[in-house]
């Protein structure tokens, strides 16, 4: 079928929305019409080809919307269906058959090889293949070839256009409080970065009962965000020693931290604003072949540093709770969001890069 979507064609070149073929869902497949599809910086890092995927391509990994058309092998979800869209993985390896599917051993070929498993092409252009199948989906466009691993139903009480960055963004930033740390109440945490992925962890941190909750960043208007949301206190860097100020506040250091900025001296920061036997959490997505130095003393000492993907979030369970708890006013994510249409996406880019704009979602 001819669609619409947002083709990018060359390294850090513009989206341009042109006319593609995508094709029917093949047995295990579906197909959706999307109505949000939220703004990554995942996204912008593959635009850019800091994550190697290949052009021309049609990116995006935040997709909600409606079913349209099922394979036949498909049971999860009908036509009608409110869905949205997560990462893939592949069900069968040893980590997937362990429950922990964000560490899928075919992780990297499911999300980021820009065609089907077998190399098929999901979209083209004049028969030439548009590399797809980013995250199982490639959301940038009217409607998205899925396979029914990916795909979580959702209810359809909630306005289905917020609800696609919960399939990455923000059950990671929730997630890694959640399901990764486990943060427990009456805990200290310390978030490095105001980002989406970071209020959605002040707001997980709130959910689960941390009474001290410590936001850094230096954007001061996130910074209110977080304390609007729930931190029990915001650090700007720039006026002095954010690990000192942790160790203060928190009177030798936090229980658990992340790391979302992807910056390699904050994880630095990370670990070290710990007490004995904390846990940091890394998230943030640094350039391939970032190195970072670590005091071996500090971890020695009982403290630990993990890497978290997608918030260890088994979607089908993970994104229906984040969406009760949003619908219990307990989770308010959407007040993150700004509102594109998809021939906006180069705007809202640019305003997601210069920090003018928190979770762009884009609406075909």
């Given at each position: 079928?001819?669609?619409?979507?947002?083709?990018?064609?060359?390294?850090?070149?513009?989206?341009?929305?042109?006319?593609?073929?995508?094709?029917?869902?093949?047995?295990?497949?579906?197909?959706?019409?999307?109505?949000?599809?939220?703004?990554?910086?995942?996204?912008?890092?593959?635009?850019?080809?800091?994550?190697?995927?290949?052009?021309?391509?049609?990116?995006?990994?935040?997709?909600?919307?409606?079913?349209?058309?099922?394979?036949?092998?498909?049971?999860?979800?009908?036509?009608?269906?409110?869905?949205?869209?997560?990462?893939?993985?592949?069900?069968?390896?040893?980590?997937?058959?362990?429950?922990?599917?964000?560490?899928?051993?075919?992780?990297?070929?499911?999300?980021?090889?820009?065609?089907?498993?077998?190399?098929?092409?999901?979209?083209?252009?004049?028969?030439?293949?548009?590399?797809?199948?980013?995250?199982?989906?490639?959301?940038?466009?009217?409607?998205?070839?899925?396979?029914?691993?990916?795909?979580?139903?959702?209810?359809?009480?909630?306005?289905?256009?917020?609800?696609?960055?919960?399939?990455?963004?923000?059950?990671?930033?929730?997630?890694?409080?959640?399901?990764?740390?486990?943060?427990?109440?009456?805990?200290?945490?310390?978030?490095?970065?105001?980002?989406?992925?970071?209020?959605?962890?002040?707001?997980?941190?709130?959910?689960?009962?941390?009474?001290?909750?410590?936001?850094?960043?230096?954007?001061?208007?996130?910074?209110?965000?977080?304390?609007?949301?729930?931190?029990?206190?915001?650090?700007?860097?720039?006026?002095?020693?954010?690990?000192?100020?942790?160790?203060?506040?928190?009177?030798?250091?936090?229980?658990?931290?992340?790391?979302?900025?992807?910056?390699?001296?904050?994880?630095s920061q990370a670990l070290d604003c710990l007490t004995l036997t904390?846990?940091?959490?890394?998230?943030?997505?640094?350039?391939?072949?970032?190195?970072?130095?670590?005091?071996?003393?500090?971890?020695?000492?009982?403290?630990?540093?993990?890497?978290?993907?997608?918030?260890?979030?088994?979607?089908?369970?993970?994104?229906?709770?984040?969406?009760?708890?949003?619908?219990?006013?307990?989770?308010?994510?959407?007040?993150?969001?700004?509102?594109?249409?998809?021939?906006?996406?180069?705007?809202?880019?640019?305003?997601?890069?210069?920090?003018?704009?928190?979770?762009?979602?884009?609406?075909?």
């Amino acid at each position: 079928m001819k669609i619409k979507a947002a083709v990018v064609r060359e390294k850090s070149g513009p989206f341009v929305i042109e006319d593609v073929e995508l094709d029917d869902p093949r047995e295990n497949e579906v197909l959706v019409r999307i109505t949000g599809s939220g703004l990554c910086h995942t996204d912008l890092v593959a635009r850019d080809q800091y994550l190697p995927f290949p052009l021309p391509a049609v990116l995006g990994h935040e997709g909600s919307g409606v079913v349209e058309k099922i394979g036949s092998r498909v049971q999860k979800v009908k036509a009608g269906d409110h869905v949205v869209l997560s990462y893939l993985s592949c069900g069968c390896c040893s980590s997937c058959l362990k429950g922990l599917p964000t560490y899928c051993l075919n992780f990297f070929p499911s999300n980021f090889m820009g065609s089907r498993l077998d190399g098929s092409a999901t979209m083209k252009k004049k028969g030439k293949p548009i590399h797809g199948a980013f995250f199982g989906q490639s959301s940038f466009a009217s409607h998205a070839i899925a396979l029914e691993r990916n795909v979580v139903k959702v209810k359809q009480d909630v306005s289905l256009d917020k609800l696609g960055p919960l399939g990455c963004g923000v059950q990671t930033g929730a997630g890694g409080v959640m399901n990764s740390l486990k943060a427990e109440a009456g805990s200290s945490i310390a978030i490095f970065g105001m980002g989406s992925v970071g209020l959605s962890a002040v707001l997980a941190a709130v959910v689960v009962g941390c009474t001290t909750i410590v936001a850094v960043d230096f954007n001061m208007t996130r910074l209110a965000l977080a304390r609007e949301f729930g931190a029990t206190h915001i650090i700007d860097p720039r006026n002095g020693d954010p690990v000192e100020e942790i160790r203060t506040i928190t009177g030798g250091g936090a229980k658990y931290s992340l790391e979302c900025t992807g910056i390699p001296d904050v994880l630095s920061q990370a670990l070290d604003c710990l007490t004995l036997t904390g846990v940091c959490g890394l998230i943030g997505v640094a350039p391939f072949g970032s190195r970072v130095s670590l005091d071996c003393q500090n971890i020695l000492n009982g403290r630990a540093v993990r890497g978290i993907v997608e918030g260890d979030s088994i979607p089908d369970v993970f994104i229906p709770t984040l969406i009760d708890l949003y619908t219990q006013s307990r989770f308010p994510f959407d007040r993150m969001i700004t509102f594109y249409n998809l021939d906006q996406i180069n705007q809202a880019a640019e305003d997601s890069e210069k920090g003018k704009t928190l979770k762009a979602v884009l609406r075909p």
